[in-house]
């Protein structure tokens, strides 16, 4: 019998039991579908993340009094020995660093904003000096940034995010005209470009203002960031030791000493992210496995079941000449394809899950394009696996015994 031959009476057999085939693969079906969606989203993820929340541009990076620590006994520990960072650490940088084109820094503080009955409630306010919004990616949409000398004047005005303009000053131009920060008013010079969401968060719900003025508003007590962006982004690195040799001296450690600041980048942004989603991905890998195997269980149970359904038919194909490989491989088919199709309805399910996703929630979904190609090959390895067993059964039946078969 031809492999073609086969596929036929494979396909002839499944059609008739339509219910019960459809049963026996909705193991495979949920494992597919799932494992297929999980990686939509994290792949969709993956490139959001890439491209807009650590979009710190290139040959940028910022040194930190606490880096990112996933671990909650490091992150404490960071918190009790690592020193604050103060101003004079972003001077030392700027006058040590040679590779250094530009040193900005920054603090925060969470406040609530009024202009007249419009009012915003717990906005992240950072106080900057002036060449942070050159070297991060903020933007201008309205007005302009903030200027040198208003930094040096500590003088009271703002730079808003996309989203506080629209709450604070509805349907008005915000720029030149005052909001409230802790009772004392701030003139708006400029409004950032709409940046959007990342699962839901907005990235416009911030306000700027100028590092001193805000350290007169909230006190000079909070630890700074200090974002530094390389003359040359290929040099980043050796930027990035003369920085490291700058603070160590300026903190007097030791050479056997670990830092006490961090540095944060684009490229550690990402690592930490898809080492995270790796993990994810792994652990709903072996949880989706089971649901795999058990539908590979059922499938092999359903094919023994049809050998002894189908006892006398073999008996009668091999009186008529059909050999033992000739029954293996047409029940080998046959659960190959049962398995292959399982897989098909779970691309499709899961190509239809990453569409709407995408389109009615802040998950940015992507169809990964090796997925149809994986989940076949996965479904070929369970049929294969699970349906040699029932086949060699078939093909090893004696066909006078099969012939007597009721």
């Not at 004079?88 to 040590?96: N, P």
Request: aromatic fraction near 6%; glycine fraction near 10%.
């Amino acid at each position: 019998m031809n492999p073609i031959e086969a596929t036929r009476l494979a396909v002839e057999s499944i059609w008739a039991n339509r219910l019960r085939s459809f049963l026996t693969l909705l193991g495979v079906i949920i494992g597919i579908a799932s494992i297929i969606a999980t990686a939509a989203v994290i792949q969709g993820l993956n490139v959001y993340v890439s491209e807009k929340l650590s979009n710190l541009g290139k040959g940028v990076f910022t040194v930190q009094r606490i880096g990112l620590i996933t671990n909650r006994q490091d992150f404490l520990d960071a918190v009790r020995k690592n020193r604050k960072l103060v101003p004079a650490d972003g001077r030392a940088i700027a006058l040590r660093c040679p590779s250094a084109e530009k040193v900005a820094w920054e603090t925060h503080a969470t406040t609530d904003l009024k202009r007249g009955t419009n009012e915003a409630l717990d906005i992240d306010v950072g106080g900057v000096t002036a060449g942070i919004l050159e070297i991060e990616p903020y933007e201008v949409g309205e007005g302009r940034i903030l200027a040198e000398h208003e930094d040096a004047g500590a003088m009271q005005v703002a730079f808003l995010g996309h989203q506080i303009a629209e709450r604070l000053f509805p349907g008005v131009d915000p720029i030149g005209k005052e909001m409230r920060i802790r009772g004392q008013a701030f003139t708006v010079v400029g409004v950032a470009k709409k940046k959007g969401s990342f699962l839901g968060f907005s990235q416009d719900n911030f306000v700027k203002i100028p590092f001193r003025t805000h350290r007169k508003v909230f006190g000079g007590t909070r630890s700074i960031n200090i974002s530094v962006k390389a003359r040359d982004a290929a040099r980043m690195v050796d930027c990035a030791d003369e920085v490291r040799a700058v603070m160590r001296a300026r903190h007097h450690l030791a050479p056997g000493d670990a830092d006490d600041f961090s540095f944060l980048t684009a490229e550690g942004i990402n690592d930490l992210w898809r080492g995270l989603t790796k993990t994810i991905f792994s652990v709903a890998l072996f949880v989706v496995g089971i649901s795999l195997v058990v539908g590979g269980i059922v499938i092999m149970n359903i094919m023994l079941v049809a050998v002894v359904e189908r006892t006398r038919e073999i008996g009668v194909r091999k009186a008529v000449g059909a050999r033992q490989g000739d029954i293996v491989q047409q029940f080998l088919i046959e659960s190959v394809l049962l398995s292959c199709l399982g897989g098909a309805i779970g691309v499709a399910i899961a190509f239809g899950a990453s569409e709407l996703l995408a389109a009615y929630t802040p998950l940015p979904a992507q169809f990964p394009a090796w997925a149809p190609p994986a989940a076949f090959g996965i479904c070929t390895l369970i049929g294969v696996f699970f349906g040699v067993h029932p086949a060699r059964r078939a093909g090893r039946l004696d066909p006078i015994e099969a012939l007597r078969s009721e």
